[in-house]
């Protein structure tokens, strides 16, 4: 079946960088865009940014645009996501979570199980 | 601050009817992009719910359905459950953002 495996979670200085990956299995690889999302403790979901798997193509939110970079491996069929600068409020949950068309209508159907990032001195 | 704005929390006694409304803009919802709906448990990733127009993934029960009009979403759930109780999320497009975007989520507490 479709499956999305996050790497462990990881405690990071501030500025330092952290580099999450999401193993995508059950699939073809080019078959769905992959999203990143990140939940901050008790907070709501805030989307990060897509990649599309094909090209290497990315759009990144607003939020996180000169801090974020999203790459793929089509080798291994994992997708990476590396947020630098890392800050305190960057503690979160990540997600890593697929979609089909990397449009505006997509839904993210499969999620990962998320990799808690705690930022702490 | 989220784009999309829903209730903090809703309740209700098992077997009866909820909504949980999602209010967006004429740049995200009201511009006509799907709104999706997301159930979400204590510790775990958020799950697909219902998207595009009242789609249900396979075993997404029926007493979930949605709705939407002009810049505004509901999601509907009827004959409430204990099972039902988690946090419930709302999603669509952002055509000034450019990106997608999520409601601040829903407390469902089942009474």
């Known amino acids: 079946q479709v499956q999305l495996v996050q790497s462990g979670a990881e405690v990071k200085k501030p500025g330092a960088s952290v580099k999450v990956s999401c193993k995508a299995s059950?699939?073809?690889?080019?078959?769905?865009?992959m999203h990143w999302v990140r939940q901050a403790p008790g907070q709501g979901l805030e989307w990060m940014g897509i990649?599309?798997?094909?090209?290497?193509?990315?759009n990144y939110a607003k939020n996180f645009r000169g801090r974020v970079t999203m790459t793929r491996d089509t080798s291994t069929s994992t997708f990476y996501m590396e947020l630098s600068s890392l800050r305190f409020d960057d503690t979160a949950v990540y997600y890593c979570?697929?979609?089909?068309?990397?449009?505006?209508?997509?839904?993210?159907?499969?999620w990962g199980q998320g990799t808690m990032v705690t930022v702490s001195s | 601050q989220s784009v999309l704005t829903q209730p903090p929390s809703v309740s209700g006694a098992p077997g009866q009817r909820v909504t949980i409304s999602c209010t967006g803009s004429s740049s995200n919802i009201g511009a006509g992009y799907d709104v999706h709906w997301y159930r979400q448990l204590p510790g775990t990733a958020p799950k697909l719910l219902i998207f595009g127009r009242n789609n249900r993934p396979s075993g997404v029960p029926g007493r979930f359905s949605d709705s939407k009009s002009g810049t505004s979403a509901s999601l509907a759930i009827t004959g409430l459950q204990a099972e039902d109780e988690a946090d419930y999320y709302c999603q669509s497009y952002d055509n000034i953002l450019f990106s997608w975007v999520f409601g601040g989520g829903t407390k469902l507490t089942v009474l």
């Open positions: 979570a697929s979609s089909a068309e990397g449009e505006g209508n997509d839904a993210f159907d499969i």
């Open positions: 990649i599309d798997p094909r090209g290497d193509t990315t």
């Open positions: 059950g699939y073809s690889f080019i078959t769905y865009y």
